[in-house]
């Protein structure tokens, strides 16, 4: 079992190991929810690399990696166990179908796990080779109020309780990122029992070395013009503005097609590598296009 790191710089090692170029203080948060065992909860826009960090921590520890990704209507079925009623059935019928079926035991026999249907917070308290899995509760913000007081139990004592079985506790605790786009606010009883990050936008320096990780047969000149881009377009009004992951998918775009450097056509052409809405890309298109790669190249002439 890989040992958790003992300092901040040791977690700075183990994300770059990984490909994740984080900050000093997203590294120092990491360091102490894994010293603490403190679930750690990160908010930020969408594309920023909030679900990545829970990635590059589980393949840097070499632990399972288990998703609970939110949705609206999520509930505690869902997310810890269902019965399997399929199962039950043919169980059911078989015992009829032989006669003399003792309906007691039967009870008994259909509640059990081997008709049970793990979902990802359960297998997060399940004992794992490797040491305890990387729990992440992926978009909380999309869930409603009554799965967040649910969570409270889980998050408090490690544990989950299913009315047939009892409560089931973590032998050890699992690592627990949860992640929030804040779209709504998440509740404070929830967010007291965590360690909290706010994942922002990096500056040039810092998303240069992530396209640089993630693209690095991207030659220096392109990577530094896609980069300076992204930055530029993040400072005008867009309905969504570009994230981190739209900077890699576009850089690898342009590999694609063997772009070395950047153009309004080729701009126009591939806007929807960074842009997600029609209104975001009419903006852009044509002469604005122009201007801006115009702004990002006077930029990036040196003084």
């Known amino acids: 079992m890989i040992p958790t790191p003992r300092s901040i710089d040791a977690v700075e090692a183990l994300l770059t190991g990984q490909g994740y170029v984080s900050s000093r203080a997203l590294a120092t948060v990491v360091f102490l929810a894994l010293r603490l065992g403190r679930p750690l909860f990160l908010e930020g826009e969408a594309g920023v690399g909030k679900t990545e960090i829970a990635k590059a921590i ?4 070499g632990r399972r ?4 990704q939110c949705y609206e209507g999520l509930d505690a079925a869902s997310a810890v166990a269902e019965w399997n009623f399929a199962a039950q059935m043919i169980a059911i019928r078989t015992a009829e179908a032989g006669g003399g079926a003792d309906r007691d035991a039967l009870k008994t026999e259909l509640f059990t796990e081997d008709y049970l249907i793990e979902r990802p917070l359960l297998a997060a308290m399940r004992p794992q080779t490797g040491g305890a899995p990387v729990l992440l509760i992926d978009e909380l913000d999309r869930t409603d109020e009554p799965f967040e007081a649910f969570l409270l139990e889980a998050l408090s004592d490690f544990q989950v309780t299913i009315p047939e079985l009892g409560t089931i506790r973590a032998p050890e605790p699992p690592i627990v990122i949860l992640t929030s786009n804040r779209t709504r606010e998440v509740h404070d009883a929830l967010k007291r029992r965590c360690l909290y990050h706010w994942v922002d936008y990096p500056d040039f320096a810092r998303e ?12 220096a000149r392109l990577s530094g013009e ?5 930055q530029r377009l993040r400072r005008e009004d867009l309905f969504k503005r570009p994230g981190v992951a739209e900077t890699i998918d576009w850089a690898k775009c342009l590999l694609a097609l063997d772009v ?20 975001d890309i009419q903006k852009i298109q044509g002469s604005e296009a122009r201007r801006l790669l115009d702004e990002v190249r ?4 040196p003084s």
């Not at 070395?209 to 690095?216: K, N």
């Not at 896609?226 to 992204?230: P, T």
């Not at 006077?298 to 002439?301: F, K, T």
Request: glycine content about 4%.
């Open 208 to 219: 240069l070395d992530i396209l640089r990780a993630r693209a690095p047969e991207a030659q």
């Open 226 to 230: 896609v980069v300076a881009f992204v």
């Open 260 to 279: 070395v450097q950047l153009s309004p056509e080729v701009i126009a052409d591939t806007l929807g590598a960074i842009l997600k809405y029609q209104d």
């Open 65 to 68: 990696l288990i998703r609970l």
């Open 58 to 61: 589980a393949a840097g520890l």
């Open 298 to 301: 006077a930029e990036l002439v």
